[in-house]
Structures are given as C-alpha cells and as structure tokens.
C-alpha cells in the first residue's frame, strides 16, 4: 500500500527521485505521457482504458516488468496467423512480406535519422563551441575552421588565422590583443556558456524531463524489460538533440556518446511505432531498440563494429543471433550517413584518425599495464565519488536546485577552463591533438621541439630533438587539465542536462609516462610513440569506468584507425577491468541503476549463496495464505473484493482451494479489465455470477445469474518450479527467460508464489544492501 | 531397441557414418577411448563404473546430452565450498585464489599453445609446399622464401631467384629449362603430393580417426552439451597437426582454419583436465573449449576479435559474458605468441596486409552488392553439392574405399594444377596476390601493365596505363583456376583428412567486374581498386557458405588492415546471407551436423508451429504409460526389472500410482550405480528390500528387510511444464536452460516426458524432414 500512498501524496517528487528529473509540476501539462504514467500507476483511475477493445491482453502499466515468455508467444502467434492468411489471396501475400520486410526497413530508417541528427549535432557544435570565441564575419553560421577554410587569404601554415574570423574583442572594441581584450573575451566566453547551459536546462525541465543524464542506465534497465512511457518518446528525442547541442557547446566536461545512444533509441522507439508488429510488442520492440544503441554508438564514435559490440556487452539484454545482424545493418546505415554528411571534413568513418604506424616494443607492455592499473584505479574513484554526490543530490536540500546547480557548475567550468589552452577548447579537439604524433607542419605547443637546422632529416626524427619550452608549459598545461578534468566530471555527470561520459574520460591520460620513457630511447630510433600512450590511456580509463572490454578495443581501435595496437588496447583494459573488479563489481551504468532502485537482473552477476526457492517465495511463513482464485467456486463479488484488497499483479487459479492443484494464472489488469467490460456489456453478469475458468461450465439451474466465463484470459502454462530448486536455478530461469513471475509447488500442490522483485530483494539482502532499494516490480 | 541393434551388429560402421571416420576395426586398438564409446552406446555392459567410488554423479555416457542446469549447479556447489572452505586456514585461502586464478590460467597456456602449433604448422606447410617444388642447397629445411633472404647473392629485383635454391630438375639432371625438366618437375610434383596424401590419410586412419574433417560441426555439437569422447582428445590433437601439415602441402584444395579450431579446442580440452574445476564439469569445459575456438581462429586468420566474435556467432552455444572476456584474452595470447615466432616475415598481426587505401564510391556499392548476390548464390550451390556428395560417400560404395578416394582426388588436383600458375602455389599467397594492388616495383603477371616512358608519373598512376599481353594470360589463367577450384573444393570438403574451407572460398572470388569496370573510369583517376573487388568477393563468398556476418567482416578487415572498406564488406556480406538464405537456412556446418544426425538444437531455428507440449509429450496416445518410480512403495527387484525393461535415461518419481503427484527425478544411470552399491556393500539390502526415496522412511516391522534410502540421488527440482504449454516456449526452454528432459504435467498430475531427441524429432518433423534422422539423445 506505501506505493500507492507515495504516488499519491507526493506522486512527482516519487517520479523525479527515481529518474532525476525536475520537479515541477510543469511537467505534466508539457508531457502527456506523464499523465498516464501518473493515473496508471496508482490504484483505481482506469478511465482510459474502457474505450479499448477488450481483450486488449498484452499492454502493461507504467514503471512495471514485461513477461518476455508471452510477448514471444504473442509474436509467433502473430506470425502464425500471417503466415496463414498469406496463402489466401495475392494481396495478404504482399502484406505477408511487407511484414517480413519491416525488421529490415525498420532499421534502415533509424540508421538514416540517427545518422542524420547526429551529422547535425556535430556541425551545431562546432559552430556553437567557436561561437564562443568569436564569429565569422562572412556567414555567421561559419564555425571558425569552415570560415577559414572558405576563406582565400589563409595560408597553409596558418590555417587558423583568417580575416574573416574575428574574435568578440576584435568585432566590439578592435582589439585582439592586451589585457583589456582578453578580459572581454574572458568575460564574453563565460556569458555564452552560462547562456547555453540555461537554456538547456529550462529546456529540459520544461519540456521533456526524461532527456537529462545520460540515458545508457535506463535504456539498459528498459531493455531488460521494464516500462518507462515516455523515455523514448518524440518530446524527449526533439529536446534532448537540443540540448545536448547546447551542453556540449557551452564547454561542461560531458561527452555526447550516451546521450546519442539516447537519441538513437528514440528514433527506433518512434520508428517501431510505426509498424503494428513492434508498436504492440513490448519484446520486438526491445529488439529494435538494441539495434538503435548499436547505431547510437557507431555514429557517436564512426565505430560500426564497435557499436553492435557495444550494444551486445553492455546495453543488451535479450540478443538474439537475428538481432546481431540488424543491428548490424542499422550501425551501417548510421556511420554511413554520417560519412556522407560528412562532418569531419575527410572522407574517413574514423574520428580521431591517427597516422602513425609504428611498431611497438615487448618492453613496453609493462607502461601498458601500469596504465591499465591507473585506469582501474581511477575507475574506481570516479563511480565512488559520482555516487555519493548523486545520492547526496537526491537526499539533501541540493537536489531541489537544479537550475542554479547547473548554473554554478557551468560557471565554475568556463572561469577554470579559459586561461588554459588545452581546456578551452573543445575536448574532441583536445583529444585529437593529444592522439596524434608530432609531423614537422604541426603547430602545436606539444610539438615544440628546437629544431637543430644541422640535422638532415629534421621531418622524421622528431624524438631525437631537444624539447623547446613549449612542451615543458604544455606539460603543465596539462597537468593541471588533467587535474581540473578528472574533479569537474565528478560533478558534472548526473546533473539535469544531457551528459555523456565517454569523451570525458578518455581524457584523463597519463602523460607522465611520456617523460620517463623518453630517457629510454636510444638516440636516433623513434622509440616511444606518445600518442599511442595517450590512446592506451584513454581505453584504460574508460574500461576503469565503464568495465567494458571487448567492445572498448574495438571502439578505440575503429576510433583511431590503429589495428597494429590491438595488443597493447587489450592489455590495457583487461587489467584495467581486473584492477577496478577488485575494488567493486558495479561498473557506473549499473551503479546509477542501483541508485534508482530499478528492477535491473545483471547477467553479470553471479548468486552463490545456498538458498532455495521455499526461502524467497511469499507468503513467508507466519504471512497470511496465498491470495487464489478457484476454477469455478468465486463470484464476481468475491474476485472484486480480491483485487481490492490486494496489490498483486496477478492471481493463480487452482482446482479448489483444498486441493492448492494449480490450473493456471490470471493477470490482475486483464482480471479488471474483463469484469468491467462484462458488467458494462450487460449481458447478465451481475456481483453473483460465478466466475468459471475452466473449459466447460456445467449446466446452471435456470434461476441462477449468467455465468462469467474468463477461460479466454487464464494463462494455462504459468512457469512453476518446486520448493527446492536452488536459488541459483531460479535466478538463471528469470534471467535467461525473462520471466516476470514464477509459482511454487510441492508435490504438485502450489505453496507460494516469487516476483522478479522478490528475487532482486532476495539477492541485495545476499549481497548485504537494502532490499528496499529495490523499488519497482 | 533399433539403435542398440544396430551397434551391436554393425557398431563401427555406424560411428563412421555418424563421424566420418574410417571404418576398419583397427581403429579400436589404437585409440583406446573409442572402446569406452562403444560399450557405453550398448545397453548393458557396465564394468567400468564398479570401480567408480559411489556418488559419481555428474558423468555422462558417450554420446549423450548433458544437463546443463545440474552442472552450474554443480559449479555452484564446487564454488561454496572452496568459498567456505578458504576462511579456516591460509592454506586454504591460497587455493581458493588459485583456484579462482585457474580459469585464466587455462586461457594463458591455450594461446600460448595454439599460438605455438599454428606458428609450427605455418613454417611446415611454407617449407613442405616448396619441397614440392625445389631443395635448398645451402640447408634443406629452408623454404624457398627462407633460402633466397639468407643468401647473399639475391637482388630486390629477382627476390625468387638465387643459387642456392634449385628446382629438382636443376638439382637431378642438371636442367632448369625446357621440355624434359619441365615434366621431371610436373612428375615430381605430382608424386610428392601422393606421398604427403597418402601419409595423412594413413596416419588418421590408423591413429585418430576423429582427426579427420573440419572439426567445426562436431564443435558445434560439443559445445552445445553433447558427448563425443576421444574427439578433443591428445591423440586427435597430435596427428591432426600432423595430417594438416601434410594436406596443405599436397596442395589440394582445403584451408587450415577449420582444423586450426579443432587443434586450438584440442589443448583447450588438455590443459582444462588439467583443473579439477573445469574437468570435472562438463558445462565448465565448455566454457573454455568457446574460448578455445576463439584462439584458434585468431591464430588461423591473424584475427583476435575477429576470433572471438567467430566463437560468439557461429561455434558457442553458451557464452556468459565472463567468457567472452576469457576468450578475448586467449585469443590475445595466441595472436601475440604467433606473432613472436613470426611466421609472415613481417611484424603485423595481419595475414594479407593491403597497402591500398584509397576511397571507394558511392556507384561502387552496386556491383559490391552484386558480389554479394554471386556469393549467396555460389553458397547455396557449394553447401548443396557438397552434401549431396558426402550423402553419397555415406551410402554408396564410395565410403568403403577413403585412401584411393583421396588418392585420387590428389592426383587429380596435381595433374590440374601444376600447368596452372595461379593453382600450382599455395592458396594464401595467391590471395595476398590477388588482394594486393599493383606497384611499380611487382613483378607478377596480374601487373604486367605497358610502362608508357612518356608518362611523368610511372608508378602512381598504374590503371591508366594500357594493359599488357600479361594481364590477358593473367585473366584467363585466373578464370580456369577460379572453376577448377569451385568443383574440386566441392569433392574435397568431407574426406576424410583434416580439412578446411575458408581459404579455398575465399578464393572463388569474381575477377570479372574487374574488367567491366576499367571502362568506367575516367583517364587519369585511379578509380577502381582491383584487390578491393578481391577482397569483397572472398568475403561474399565465405558469407554465402559460412551464413557469417559481423564475424566475417571483423576478420576480413583485420586480415586485410582495410578499415575502410567496412561498408564494402558489410554489403557484400549481408547481402550473401540473404540470398543464401533465400534458397535454404542452413550454413554449410549445421547441413554437415544434420547430415550426421547429432542432437543439436540450434539458436538460428525459429520454431513457429502451433503445437503443444502434450502433443509431443511421451507416452502418445495409445501408447503403455509411463514408467515412473514411486516414492515408498517399490522393491529393489520391481526398480531393476524397470530398468531392465526399458532404456530411458531416468524415471520420474511420484508420491503412488494413483495420485500421480510428481516428487523429482531419478537418472538411470545412478539408479544403477546406487543399486549396485549397496548390493555391494551388503548392508542387509536384498531383492524384496522397499526403495525409499521420501526424506524419513516409516518405521518398518522387525522382520522386513532393510530399505533403501535413495532420496540422494533424487533430483528434487526436476523441471516441469503443463501440457498446454506451447511447443515454442518449450523449445525455447530447451535451448536457454540446456534441459535434457522436461517433466509434463496437468493441474499437478504428472502426464509424461519430453526429451531433447523428443523435441529435434518434433521440429524436423514440422519441417517435413525424416525425425528419424535425429539419432542421438
């Protein structure tokens, strides 16, 4: 009964709490669907529902566990039916394949849009980032590079430097240079930040609370099979591209890749929309979602493979061999629309293109796995750090100001972030720099080394030079980027705006190793490739934070181009990973689910203890018996009276309650739902007519009321296990099943009954946590 | 009774069908594990197991199923104990640590292993090919390759020319040109091809007869919980290196990366009966033989994740996340430890590195996809032919006589290849030929362009230049290779050596776009990649007959380096898949598991049919009931007779006859152990003692014999579904869970039994194929 009582006193609160949205109630005139998540969640408010054709099985509430056994079965036998009418006349025959075809076309568009908005998303950025700094006095929509670019008068030395773009000090006061022009700068740098991230997060609170954070928690816990109306809804897909422009321009340390996964799966929850056998199926539906994540990701990174992987090891939940391959194709389709739209200027899938292609020595795995090490280490600190804020935020007064915290952040963000070159920028250029080796043309602080005008081949051997002052200042530079970088992503990750984690954290690289090694090279042998740290770097960090593996190396080595560091990337996230395990099993995806108490099963997981089935079922011992329904004793009285006074989701039907011979079960909603619909139609059931689930009722005496017949809604093959199977077993049947609920019987008698909650409760009190953390069914 | 008929009348010629192994009786003498297979298949023979202590639960007899369920059950079990075990002394603790260390030990010593073989077989087949050939004077185990690089006297103009090496007419009759050397050389050829032929084929034969084939569906049957004992074993693992190295160099027309998975899967298996964790549990092995399957591909191809994503879609049937990071690992270490013995002669992972990396057109996507289309199509010709003549070799006379059919098939391919430039090589280099673009500085055939002296640029611009006489021979000495490779590789597949597929597919690639679409381009562009077409070809090709995608495209560019080309390749492969797809579902493996009847239950196969459980369900209608033990009423004579009577696998155990209510299960196989035991022992247990399988027996009068308590090997929670289940959940029950059997019951009676042969013979029989060619249980 809390739960309902929850809703409804403080109903918002309760919804913000759990998905950190804002909490106005704004909200509910901006957002329809959070009217119905609202009135369906709690206990009586039924009125949408009665213009619904009635057996309308198969639709869930809000917040509340799919049944993936019987959206499976529901889809065969949609098939089935398709498949059999298709021999009837040409016309079905063309549906029939249409039908066949839709996976396919389904995939193909969500590849297009997601393509698309993402070739956007990285054009807007890059105007907004230089926008910022100055404007580009031929087209204003001209992001600095492209005003140059167009432009005739540069050089190609000076690249940068054109007339065209012209920074706020030089357009306001004609000024580029002095103190005065970079107070103004400085100044004019801060109000468009703080401008952007206001906007994204009135944005934000008022339109479509659900586009905030990063999104891959819930869409991992979504596509494990749980309901949230309106996560993946057109408002949130609009807002969160907005904003997620906004965010990332106004310079706060987040990436774009979660949330393009976000944006992703929007477009594949609006396109599976649009076809009745993925709009009525909750379990199709999670299929095409899995391949949006995957395209999400190969449009984030120009990483096709990389993204199906991804989608598989640590979004995916249900991934059948047929998803692969769409997925597969839906990546395709993204990087290449993306390629076409082509924001990167070169015709390359790859972002951060790196061109050197060194070999690399045995000796320096060593650097390599002392790095992984740093990774892990740094992993870990991150999620501890990131969690006790979030969980700060959410229990404190903090949490009720999100606006200003978003202000404050910001604020604090662009005055640390301008004086040093190396965070003003934006942070994919910053990693790109960073990627790459020193060619004799670059004109990057890092590669200031004096050039000795007596050395023949000053081009190749860029190693052997003495180290001008510019690197001992971009060495600090970067220190103290790193430093600032690693304290401000701690903050900024789980606050009210889209934000990402990808790009943040490749960024925290070691660059120390740089120094050491280089009094290791032998003169005249190019031996230590820094760029090359700087990439193994970024994937040890990033498999500290994430605990990815797999998909990582294939992400970073799709990212870089770089298939020859294949060994030292895995090297670096193995041990990364094994490092970060030990300190804590949760990496940060699981860690936010766990802090909103979502009903999320990992398959990661394992359960060991020695519990059986009798342990975890309700009613425990001492509760009162089973709420049941009898095949054919109960009134309608006597059912409405049990779905009053109870809250379950569902009731098991068995022979009598003496003999406790289990029959089948009966879901509460569609219970509801059918004496309503029986009562409304009139046709003579009244509070005394029997309610009969059996196959054939007998014959009544002619005096009796009209019998309610409710066969047509009893599930007759509820999963049952006995009352000592091992916990274990139980867990890997609801995992690898997806069931939502399981009956438990002795010697063919029912005893109880276990939930999804159940065993989730079960295990956190295992594992010595809050079983009550665990909110959802 | 008619399988048991069959073994006993004719019990080799029946393994050999199933496993195309040889069929004299000398097999039995020299591999000592197909004894056990054979009396074990029988009905009655069980001396083995006396000597077995008592409570051996959790073996399997040969060629049976495993229950998937009750070995993690059992791991879990394993697993507590360790846990509880390891707080009472240090000691204790070490070996929980090593014991939990054990898993990526086994991974470390498998690639180190299989890296090590790979990297031996590679410099066997570079040298035995060249002995075909030609001697190295200057030290005879040196390939051709090997004895022109140590020699002084070679320039980089004529790298294949140098003293040292002589042809064997050069080296017998002092003649390295013209008509006589010219057929001392074919005939030399031709013979030491018979010899290496000959030897393999002998040495399977009277060694290891399951070393024969690709290993790839017995794999595949393996890992999906069946077993085959001897298949992984040392001697299966030693000669099939051998006979590899020994097929490849006869040249006929077979890869080595099928066999490479069997070899890899061989140690996998030897160093997990290493650990008691992993040989003792069946579902445990499989873990590491997945991960082994990994490493083998990634040492046939060069291709970790490539590897790893191989084992993932085509070979592993269960594959937890954990394994795929093991498997990550193992393919990393084999990769790395081929690399360090440097069988390519350069420090790449890759085999067939390209050098090539200009971009490809839009317009180009078409005929990429009509490459596609050919390799669909030539896939559904490959896998149709291919089975129709293995059919033929099982049924006909052809069987009976392996040595000449290989003989034969050798001679045949000698005679045809040697003329032939292009077949008289190895596969793989032609390969690397065909996928590498021209340079100035090649020397092959394919190159021979006319050097235009007015022409500024030479070696740039190479397809502007008019085609010489060379590139005409090239094109029609490539299309006869290209039909002679197609048909011989269709009566290759299948003998009885070891034997792969990928290189020989890879191989049929269509050379003829090649000239179509020189017209296109426009003077002075180098517009068309001819190795690019080569390269999509090989992967359309192996698409078609392997029905592999993601897999495919990941070692394909691995194999290559070509990270831009993966749009070409995903086309090309998705495409091939549904083509081949259009004609029939099956892959060339699944066709050759089906072909010899193992029970595997394939994740591909979608199972639309609208039967129920009871309708598969054992007793039929009509048939005797079923035969079920009860818990406290039946004498130790009525249980032997019952097993003795019939050949189920295990009876279900009810609480009387009447009531039917199900209690669990018991597995005949430890019926009889326990049976036996106690006779054994003689602790007063005799014919009429009463079996007990409830927790606390009754008191029994003075007189009465002492019962029998076997609750112990009761399972007690055995699983059970309604019979109106339909037959896709159950299926799908299967297939997730691993079951071996499922109990039917009906509002708590038991009904019957549904077995995994049940369940294949239902699906093949809905699929209007013979159910009784499922012949295993």
Not at 240 to 256: M, N, P
Not at 298 to 327: H, Q
Request: net charge neutral; glycine share 6%; proline share 5%.
């Amino acid at each position: 009964q809390k739960k309902v009582v929850l809703l409804h006193l403080g109903h918002y609160t309760f919804l913000c709490w759990s998905l950190r949205v804002c909490q106005t109630l704004k909200v509910v005139f901006s957002n329809p669907n959070m009217v119905n998540a609202g009135e369906m969640n709690g206990s009586g408010n039924l009125m949408d529902f009665l213009d619904e054709p009635f057996p309308d099985v198969g639709t869930y509430e809000d917040f509340h566990t799919i049944d993936w056994l019987r959206e499976k079965s529901r889809d065969t036998d949609r098939h089935r039916k398709i498949t059999s009418k298709s021999k009837e006349s040409i016309w079905e025959f063309i549906k029939s394949l249409l039908d066949a075809w839709s996976g396919w076309v389904v995939m193909l568009l969500i590849g297009l849009l997601a393509g698309t908005l993402a070739g956007v998303i990285d054009l807007a950025v890059d105007w907004m980032t230089d926008l910022k700094e100055g404007v580009c006095l031929s087209a204003f929509w001209y992001s600095h590079e492209q005003c140059c670019w167009t432009s005739n008068e540069t050089t190609f030395d000076d690249r940068d430097k054109c007339p065209q773009w012209q920074k706020w000090s030089e357009l306001l006061v004609n000024q580029s240079e002095g103190a005065s022009a970079y107070i103004l700068n400085y100044f004019l740098y801060i109000l468009w930040a703080l401008c952007f991230a206001f906007l994204a997060v009135s944005l934000v609170r008022v339109f479509a609370p659900y586009a905030c954070g990063s999104g891959i928690p819930e869409i991992k816990t979504i596509l494990s099979g749980f309901i949230i109306r309106g996560y993946l809804g057109k408002w949130t897909l609009l807002i969160k591209t907005v904003t997620l422009v906004l965010v990332v321009s106004s310079g706060l340390s987040l990436g774009k890749e979660g949330p393009l996964v976000h944006v992703a799966c929007c477009c594949g929850n609006f396109f599976s929309s649009l076809f009745s056998k993925y709009s009525k199926n909750e379990g199709k539906r999670r299929e095409v979602l899995s391949a949006a994540a995957a395209a999400g990701v190969s449009v984030a990174f120009g990483a096709p493979i990389g993204g199906v992987l991804f989608s598989l090891e640590e979004v995916s939940y249900y991934f059948p061999l047929k998803t692969l391959w769409r997925s597969f194709f839906a990546a395709l389709v993204a990087a290449f629309t993306l390629r076409s739209i082509n924001p990167f200027g070169n015709s390359r899938l790859v972002l951060f293109y790196v061109e050197y292609h060194t070999p690399w020595y045995m000796a320096e795995l060593f650097p390599f796995i002392l790095l992984g090490v740093f990774g892990g280490l740094w992993g870990t600190l991150f999620i501890r750090c990131n969690i006790a804020w979030c969980r700060r935020r959410k229990t404190t007064r903090l949490g009720k100001y999100p606006v200003l915290e978003v202000i404050v952040i910001t604020a604090i963000t662009a005055i640390i972030a301008y004086p040093n070159p190396y965070t003003r920028r934006s942070t994919s250029e910053l990693i790109s720099e960073l990627f790459n080796d020193c060619g004799a043309l670059e004109s990057s602080q890092l590669c200031d080394y004096i050039n000795d005008p007596n050395m023949t081949r000053p081009v190749d051997d860029i190693p052997d030079r003495p180290a001008g002052p510019g690197v001992y200042t971009a060495m600090w530079q970067l220190a103290l980027a790193l430093v600032f970088k690693i304290v401000i992503t701690i903050f900024t990750f789980g606050m009210k705006i889209p934000s990402g984690l990808f790009i943040p954290s490749m960024l925290a690289y070691h660059h120390h190793d740089w120094i050491i090694f280089r009094n290791w090279c032998r003169p005249g042998a190019d031996c230590v490739t820094p760029g090359l740290y700087a990439m193994v770097g970024a994937a040890a960090c990033l498999g500290g934070v994430t605990r990815m593996t797999v998909s990582l190396v294939v992400i970073m080595f799709e990212l870089t181009g770089g298939l020859e560091y294949i060994v030292p990337l895995m090297a670096a996230a193995v041990t990364s990973k094994w490092v970060a395990d030990a300190f804590g099993k949760e990496g940060i995806y699981e860690a936010h689910i766990h802090l909103n108490g979502y009903p999320f099963l990992d398959v990661k997981d394992e359960f060991t203890h020695r519990t059986l089935a009798t342990d975890v079922m309700r009613p425990r011992r001492g509760e009162a018996p089973l709420s049941v329904l009898t095949q054919d004793s109960m009134t309608v009285e006597d059912v409405e009276t049990l779905i009053k006074e109870t809250d379950y989701n569902g009731f098991p039907v068995v022979v009598s309650k003496d003999s406790e011979r289990l029959i089948g079960f009966a879901q509460r909603r569609e219970l509801i739902l059918a004496i309503k619909n029986a009562r409304q139609r009139q046709d003579g059931v009244v509070s005394n007519s029997i309610v009969y689930f059996t196959e054939d009722p007998p014959e009544l005496p002619p005096n009796s009321p009209h019998p309610l017949k409710l066969r047509r809604i009893l599930n007759l093959s509820p999963f049952t296990v006995t009352d000592h199977t091992p916990m274990e077993t139980v867990v890997d049947i609801f995992r690898k099943l997806g069931l939502r609920q399981c009956l438990v019987t002795r010697s063919g008698r029912l005893l109880g009954i276990i939930t999804k909650k159940d065993v989730l409760r079960h295990m956190a009190q295992m594992a010595n946590q809050d079983p009550e953390s665990i909110m959802f069914n």
